[in-house]
């Protein structure tokens, strides 16, 4: 008596393509992400040595370009008004620190003006961020 | 008689993919450790709070440096005309005469806040921890 074998049917899938399909997906990411970011004003930062890196979630920025106009969040705003918003990220986070993005040829009075309305609410951590020092001349 | 004609058949040849997915995956997961992302770099200074200005504190004036900067951007130091990069191996001095030194840095309202920043740099080299800003009355 012939036993017919019991041969079991191979079954594949065809694994070839899955590298594709990987890279489609890590390029679909790459393409769509968009990282939150500030557009803010164009300064020039000052350069500096004694800059330590500040803790991203922290920061809240507030930028000031030479001729004096203040921005947060993307929108142009008065001392009050950026004092403001930063009270309310103290609220929520009280780790907040302001960080300046100062123009070197910002009058100092638009700075001064900024933390005075800042003690006002109480945001008294602040931060005067810089580029890093290169070989260039300080200033 | 029939003949049998062997059909041509290309050999086969196949490389085997599916490690192509698993390389792709390290590759993917060694970018993503090794990516960091620009920090911001900043020197950080801790205002006084509203609060806290009311209840003045008198220094002594001998263990104060003034720092001042002018209108057209001069820095003085105890009112002598002093260049930016001297500050810091100046104040290391006076700060080894005397540790309890506070540095009071003093702007005009006109002056640049570039020359500000590079002079907060130089007392933060100097590893002062006594540091007031403030504007000049004008």
């Known amino acids: 008596m012939k036993f017919e074998r019991n041969q079991k049917t191979k079954s594949q899938i065809p694994t070839a393509s899955f590298g594709d399909i990987v890279f489609l997906l890590l390029i679909f990411f790459m393409v769509s992400t968009v990282f939150k970011t500030e557009d803010g004003l164009e300064v020039d930062l000052p350069r500096a040595e004694s800059g330590v890196e500040i803790k991203r979630d922290d920061i809240r920025n507030i930028y000031v370009d030479q001729f004096g106009r203040i921005s947060v969040d993307d929108k142009l705003v008065s001392e009050e008004l950026a004092a403001q918003i930063m009270a309310q990220s103290y609220e929520s986070n009280p780790m907040t620190i302001v960080a300046f993005q100062g123009d070197i040829n910002t009058d100092y009075e638009v700075m001064d003006r900024i933390m005075e309305e800042l003690k006002k609410v109480n945001a008294v951590r602040v931060s005067f961020n810089n580029k890093v020092e290169s070989t260039q001349p300080k200033f | ?138």
């Open chain 2, 1 to 138: 008689m029939a003949v049998k004609i062997k059909k041509f058949r290309r050999p086969t040849e196949e490389m085997n993919m599916s490690s192509i997915a698993d390389i792709v995956f390290l590759l993917l997961i060694y970018f993503m450790v090794v990516t960091v992302f620009q920090q911001d770099i900043g020197m950080p200074f801790v205002l006084p709070a509203a609060a806290e200005q009311e209840e003045t504190v008198q220094i002594k004036e001998s263990n104060t440096a003034s720092l001042q900067v002018t209108a057209s951007n001069i820095v003085l130091l105890d009112d002598q005309p002093m260049a930016i990069n001297g500050i810091k191996n100046e104040l290391e001095r006076r700060l080894l005469e005397n540790p309890k030194l506070v540095v009071i840095v003093e702007n005009h309202p006109m002056s640049d806040y570039g020359v500000f920043a590079a002079v907060l740099d130089e007392v933060r080299l100097a590893k002062c921890r006594k540091v007031a800003i403030k504007m000049m009355d004008v």
